[in-house]
């Protein structure tokens, strides 16, 4: 039973989880709407791993399509549900359509587990649950706190729905991965962030800069209580993140946690400034970055790194690589994609 279904599988995260669990013997079947992707990531995909994952273009608001094109895949053993909507500023803007897209959504998938019998569910989260913490680093324990948007409170959300889901039904398990910031893309650059429009995140915003495609970086307040007074995050290469998914689904099958909804800190348990981002980045790319100090941006958390002790104890996962190697594949993905 090695058939798993990648909701949103053509995003970042999504098609580096693909690859990863496509190495480790899964097969994959990717179902995504393009809403915030191109077809063209499948190509990447096949390059990497040799083989082409299946895909079905549907998107989850629309139940009765979705049960159609699953017909196909009756034998399908877990999920990993990556597709949601993911711009915090959009988010502001049209709660609405958050709510539908990451709330209506999940509903829909968990409709679709019951009638497929896909018991094994692997869940998106996000470090934005814990809001601003008093104390660093955040440990599982740490108290979650209101999300200051639609988009941290639909994350929220979604693991109480999860959870209250995962007690209610017994067969039925799962893990809420909370991501940190993942930033990179594999070695190959055959795959990578591919943000639509201009780049509300650091990274995709610090390449573009390098390749000329944006003049220069806004560096969001250097008057933080960190270090060089720039804000503090903890940068996890993808490939890493993309690994805790392939642990946390073998440990789901393998039936050894203690309970039936359980979730995880992912990150490298490091944080790192935004000065120290940009200073890795012209060391690895030896290009020198334009950028200014701008006012802080709303809604940013000034410092949040993770306690990643139970994700290493609990799925046997690690974080192997280090700002310079995240830095390093980022800018050979926007030279690839820049044809630089
Ligand atoms: C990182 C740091 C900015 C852009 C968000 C979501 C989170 C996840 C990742 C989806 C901050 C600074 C940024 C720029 C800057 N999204 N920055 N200039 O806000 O930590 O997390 O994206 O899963 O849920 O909340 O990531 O990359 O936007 O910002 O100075 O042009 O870089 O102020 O300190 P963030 P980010």
Redesign the pocket.
């Known amino acids: 039973m090695h058939k798993v279904l990648l909701t949103g599988g053509l995003g970042f995260i999504g098609s580096h989880t693909a690859v990863e669990l496509m190495e480790a013997g899964f097969d994959v079947v990717i179902l995504d709407n393009l809403s915030n992707s191109s077809i063209e990531v499948l190509d990447g995909i096949e390059k990497i791993s040799g083989k082409r994952p299946v895909f079905i273009q549907q998107d989850l608001e629309d139940y009765d399509s979705c049960f159609e094109a699953l017909q196909q895949h009756k034998d399908l053993s877990g999920v990993i549900h990556f597709a949601a909507s993911?711009a915090?500023g959009e988010s502001v803007e049209f709660p609405i359509k958050y709510y539908n897209n990451n709330i209506g959504g999940l509903l829909n998938l968990l409709k679709l587990c019951r009638e497929y019998s896909m018991f094994n569910f692997i869940f998106s989260s996000?470090?934005?649950v814990y809001g601003i913490p008093d104390v660093l680093p955040v440990t599982e324990s740490t108290p979650t706190k209101k999300a200051n948007s639609p988009?941290?409170a639909t994350?929220q959300m979604a693991e109480t729905i999860l959870e209250d889901y995962s007690n209610a039904t017994k067969d039925f398990h799962c893990i809420a991965l909370r991501?940190f910031?993942?930033i990179g893309s594999h070695e190959s650059a055959e795959i990578g962030e591919l943000p639509l429009g201009v780049?509300?995140?650091?990274?995709p915003?610090i390449t573009q800069t390098a390749a000329g495609v944006r003049p220069k970086?806004?560096?969001?307040?250097n008057d933080y209580q960190t270090k060089d007074g720039?804000?503090i995050?903890d940068y996890i290469h993808v490939v890493d993140l993309a690994k805790a998914h392939v642990q946390a689904l073998k440990k789901l099958q393998e039936e050894v946690l203690q309970t039936r909804y359980n979730f995880y800190n992912i990150g490298t348990g490091k944080g790192c400034s935004?000065m120290e981002?940009i200073d890795s980045f012209e060391r690895t790319s030896g290009v020198t970055l334009a950028y200014e100090v701008t006012a802080?941006?709303k809604g940013?958390?000034p410092a949040i790194f993770a306690d990643t002790t139970l994700a290493k104890e609990v799925l046997d996962w690690e974080a192997q690589y280090d700002l310079d190697d995240m830095t390093r594949s980022a800018w050979n993905w926007q030279r690839k994609i820049s044809n630089l």
């Open positions: 993911k915090v996000s470090c934005t988009y941290g994350k991501y910031n993942p780049p509300a995140n650091l990274m915003f970086l806004k560096v969001f307040g720039t804000a995050r935004v981002v802080r941006r940013d958390v």
